[in-house]
């Protein structure tokens, strides 16, 4: 019977974990349709959904500002094909991880 319980036990991290990532992927849907460096967002609200797993891998491995920063800028210039000067992926690189850091509190 004790092996039923930790089955039942991983299972239920597992479905929380699940549920976890789906929050995080929902709230960073909303700060990068906030963003909005092409200017779609009412239009598509998936538009950036390409950047979900990668941005959220470098979060959670502990990357500081400036390398998020780095990822976006290259991500807006190469993906997108438009000035990252304009959409200041600084700005919003240091606001996710200050978000990141509050879902974790």
Known sequence: MEGDDGKRRNRAEKNADRN???DLQ???RHLLNRW???GVAD???DEYDCMLGP????????????ALG?????EVKDHFGL??????PDVLAEQLVAWFAATKA
């Open 20 to 22: 976890r990532i789906a």
């Open 26 to 28: 929902t709230q960073l």
């Open 36 to 38: 909005d460096p092409i």
């Open 43 to 45: 239009l598509v609200d």
């Open 55 to 66: 941005v959220l891998t470098r979060l959670a491995r502990g990357d500081d500002a400036a």
């Open 70 to 74: 780095e990822y976006l800028w290259f």
């Open 83 to 88: 000035d990252p000067e304009r959409s200041r």
